[in-house]
């Protein structure tokens, strides 16, 4: 297996959430647990946590590295996360998706090909750039993006070569996409809530 580097980008502000949301409680578990648990058996060489507030995550034991250049929102925390990973891949993922599908990464993983620099899943046609695995081959193009404050994440995509992988490809593994389901506002919450219990 091509070796692999997992980085969970625990950055943002949670202003919508109102408190920081990889630490909200969803089913007894923070989210960011959960994403943790369902990313732990990937075969990845390390896991790596990609904040700004490293005494608020230590107790989860995982290493951690601060953004290398601030303020550059979601494509700044990957751009770390490739400039630190000690892998050449790099599986990037937000720390508020509860519902990621460990079947689904590992379709994702068998994607990647010496000569791709993303392999990214799709919804209705448009990339999921924090679910996706980057090879160290996008540091220059996302460094360039980043300076000039382009911080939309896919805005590079059309530089590298891409691996896209579509509904009918992981249809198998995740049918409703709940995989790509984040949680930033209570009520996206109440939505995972329902999700994760539902009524009989």
């Not at 550059?72 to 892998?87: D, E, F, N, P, R």
Request: glycine residues 6%; proline residues 5%; charged residues 25%.
């Amino acid at each position: 297996m091509t070796a692999l580097s997992l980085a969970i980008i625990a950055g943002g502000q949670s202003r919508r959430m109102g408190r920081d949301k990889a630490f909200v409680d969803l089913g007894g578990k923070t989210l960011i647990e959960r994403v943790i648990e369902r990313s732990a058996h990937l075969g990845q060489a390390e896991t790596i946590l990609i904040t700004n507030r490293p005494t608020q995550y230590a107790h989860l034991g995982l290493p951690m590295h601060r953004d290398v250049l601030p303020d550059k929102g979601s494509l700044g925390g990957i751009y770390t996360a490739l400039v630190k990973a000690a892998s050449q891949y790099v599986l990037v993922l937000a720390c508020d998706m509860p519902f990621i599908s460990s079947d689904l990464l590992r379709l994702l993983i068998s994607h990647i090909r010496a000569d791709i620099d993303i392999v990214a899943p799709r919804v209705a046609g448009y990339p999921q750039g924090l679910h996706a695995i980057y090879k160290k081959t996008c540091i220059e193009p996302i460094a360039r993006q980043l300076a000039a404050d382009r911080l939309k994440i896919i805005r590079f995509y059309d530089q590298m070569r891409v691996t896209y992988l579509d509904e009918t490809d992981y249809a198998a593994y995740d049918p409703e996409s709940r995989s790509f389901a984040n949680v930033n506002t209570p009520e996206e919450l109440a939505k995972a809530q329902r999700l994760l219990c539902p009524k009989e």
